[in-house]
């Protein structure tokens, strides 16, 4: 390994004080992209990084491989009929992105379309390599046909700061329409008639705000809403039916839905029910009916419906239960799907206009299962996406009338990959508080124990961590690692209560719970314990090396969270005001900013041994400012004893890494590498 220095960061002492309390941040300097300063330091960080990693080259290209050598690099999606097409995508060998294409659809069954061969009436919709070029990053922000699939509206980002461009085309003639319209944000909806499109522009604090309608040819968009509450973002969409426009206003913790007839893009949006705190909801159209997901007076939610002349009034179908979270729901001409998690696992349920609801089986353990790519409003199948820790990601069709399971195509895994030779299991730890957190695991079954074990977790905003599959994963369980999940609170594995006791000022749980998973495992399952996690599970990773750091032997944080106080006392960055529902709010409250100045990554790093560390993060990342893992890393290495502790920038990226897949493979590697040097030494 390199001996050689590490970059030291200067130290620029700034002071700020809030609720009497003063503290000295002696590298807030770093959040000045622009600053040559800061840009030599990241620069000279990353040079630190590939002299200190350098012997791991020949492994990293062996795991990069082995990703490589199991991928179907020639595939394509199972196509999904909307109207009178069948929708899909290509990967072609050798090519960053994928390309989007239709057939002409007939009856329900998907057409067979190899991988590498193209159908007599192929059309391309948008060819993801082509609109890239040479650019270092793309992405594409939104994708949306006319109801009669005669237009494309599609957006594109070529920096990775999630600033898109909107642009229409013509798909009866192939050309691009003059139509140019700059910093638009994710999403957008289409009127009936097609000639008119709805879309979003975000605030400063990259707040999407304001919902603008545009009329094709013409230059006059008119700014249809604007939200002036900062804790609440705004969305627009078109109802399965086509029947509705839907804009939608959130915070963390209450909803507001406006409809209006698609066929009257002109006309005044209607409120469904004004926004009362706490009260979140939503509205599909169900041919003669809404229905509504909602949580008043429901922690875990209930379905609900309503008439079309009164949509604020609510009648309950399937009433709240303390064991199941209704997620979402889904409405079609001749039924509904409600999506649920029950015992920490995703489930499907059916609910027929004219027969009674009935649940789908699926045998595994552990497993993963959400409707997938039905945009179909009349239509007697359901399409299922499905896997497990073991089970490659697949399609299902469920046929409605026979309640057969039709798989319509696995996930290939190439070189000889058998799920028998893996095993998933699920254990359970017992917090301090008495309570029982879940924890998924696989590894091979000749698998030694106790085993290196990667340890992952995120536990914010309810966002769930299910069981799933990973080729990249395989390099790790190949080489006699175990995998784990640890499901802490702040997450949705358990119920909207799950969440409710890992936020706010029951943040702490969170921390505790992916500590008590550690060393729950180390007793006799795991040898050594690598913590991974990313963005707010980057904030975890922090938290639980202040908080146990003889507990693991490599952490990995990815775009992490872990300048969280400073960023939620400052209403001038992006997301801050809108956080305050998650986190609390330290601005305006002294409870709330001691609570998270005392478990905060950047304020509680001490003297004490650290683990090693590596930090991954991004220039362009618009959610997690780059400066958040630079500051942490330079006063780890001030102030803590162990590491090495490193940062990686990529400077031509955002919040999800590199975009190309080949360029997201070699990352991985770099970071399995970096994890399997840590499990073995």
């Known amino acids: 390994m390199s001996s050689n220095?590490?970059?030291?960061?200067k130290k620029v002492p700034t002071e700020r004080t809030h609720h009497g309390d003063t503290v000295i941040d002696e590298y807030a300097w770093l959040t000045d992209k622009d600053d040559p300063d800061t840009v030599a330091y990241l620069e000279a960080e990353n040079a630190y990084l590939k002299e200190n990693t350098a012997h791991l080259g020949e492994l990293q290209e062996q795991i990069f491989q082995e990703i490589k050598g199991r991928t179907q690099e020639t595939d394509l999606s199972v196509p999904s009929r909307k109207g009178s097409w069948w929708y899909f995508s290509r990967t072609e060998e050798g090519k960053q992105y994928a390309v989007s294409c239709r057939v002409p659809a007939e009856g329900d069954t998907p057409p067979e379309i190899k991988p590498g061969a193209s159908l007599p009436d192929e059309e391309i919709l948008l060819d993801g390599n082509a609109l890239a070029g040479d650019s270092d990053f793309f992405a594409v922000g939104t994708s949306a046909l006319t109801p009669d699939a005669t237009m494309l509206a599609f957006s594109t980002d070529y920096k990775g700061d999630e600033r898109f461009t909107l642009r229409f085309k013509n798909l009866e003639t192939g050309e691009l329409l003059d139509d140019t319209i700059e910093n638009v944000f994710y999403g957008g909806a289409w009127s009936a008639d097609g000639?008119?499109?709805?879309?979003?522009?975000?605030?400063?604090?990259?707040?999407p705000f304001q919902v603008y309608r545009h009329t094709l040819g013409s230059d006059d968009d008119v700014l249809v809403y604007e939200e002036q509450d900062e804790r609440y973002w705004v969305g627009i969409g078109l109802t399965r039916s086509e029947k509705y426009l839907v804009l939608g206003a959130g915070s963390k913790i209450t909803s507001e839905v406006r409809l209006l007839d698609a066929a009257d893009p002109t006309g005044e949006f209607q409120v469904v029910r004004p926004r009362t705190t706490g009260v979140e909801y939503g509205i599909e159209d169900a041919g003669d009916h809404f229905l509504v997901l909602h949580n008043e007076n429901a922690e875990n939610f209930e379905l609900a419906t309503a008439q079309k002349n009164e949509p604020g009034t609510w009648t309950p179908l399937i009433e709240h239960?303390?064991?199941?979270?209704?997620?979402?729901?889904?409405?079609?001409?001749t039924h509904a799907v409600l999506h649920f998690r029950r015992d920490g696992l995703t489930g499907i349920r059916v609910l027929p206009n004219d027969g009674d609801a009935y649940e789908i089986e699926f045998p595994e353990p552990l497993y993963d299962v959400s409707p997938a790519g039905n945009p179909e409003f009349s239509t007697n199948r359901l399409r299922l996406g499905y896997t497990s820790m073991v089970t490659p990601p697949s399609v299902y069709d469920y046929d409605l009338a026979t309640h057969e399971l039709i798989l319509l195509k696995q996930r290939a895994v190439l070189g000889g990959y058998d799920p028998a030779d893996y095993e998933q299991t699920r254990e359970w730890a017992t917090a301090e508080d008495g309570v029982r957190v879940p924890i998924s695991i696989v590894k091979r079954k000749d698998a030694a124990t106790p085993a290196p074990t990667v340890l992952y977790g995120y536990g914010s905003y309810e966002t769930s961590i299910d069981p799933g599959f990973s080729v990249a994963r395989l390099s790790l369980l190949d080489r006699g690692f175990a995998f784990a999940i640890a499901h802490v609170r702040g997450g949705g594995e358990m119920g909207r209560h799950w969440y409710e006791d890992g936020k706010m000022t029951h943040k702490k749980n969170t921390f505790t719970d992916f500590v008590t998973a550690a060393k729950h495992l180390k007793k006799g399952f795991s040898s050594k314990v690598i913590a991974r996690g990313g963005s707010a599970g980057g904030l975890l990773m922090g938290a639980i090396t202040n908080l146990a750091p003889e507990e693991?032997?490599?952490?990995v944080a990815e775009v992490p969270f872990v300048d969280a106080l400073n960023t939620i006392l400052d209403p001038s960055l992006p997301l801050t005001v809108i956080e305050w529902d998650e986190w609390g709010d330290p601005l305006h409250n002294a409870d709330v900013y001691a609570y998270m100045k005392s478990y905060t990554p950047y304020e509680n790093v001490d003297g004490r041994s650290y683990p090693p560390i590596l930090a991954i993060t991004s220039l362009n990342d618009t959610r997690v400012m780059y400066h958040e893992p630079a500051k942490w890393i330079a006063r780890l290495?001030?102030?803590a004893?162990?590491?090495p502790f490193l940062l990686k920038t990529e400077m031509g990226a955002g919040h999800g890494g590199r975009s190309g897949r080949y360029d997201s493979w070699r990352e991985e590697a770099f970071a399995l590498s970096w994890i399997i040097e840590r499990g073995t030494a």
């Open 5 to 9: 220095t590490p970059p030291v960061a």
């Open 195 to 207: 000639t008119t499109f709805f879309y979003t522009r975000v605030d400063d604090a990259w707040r």
């Open 321 to 333: 239960r303390a064991d199941t979270r209704l997620l979402e729901i889904d409405a079609f001409e």
């Open 552 to 555: 693991f032997a490599g952490v």
């Open 637 to 639: 290495r001030a102030t």
């Open 641 to 643: 004893q162990g590491g």
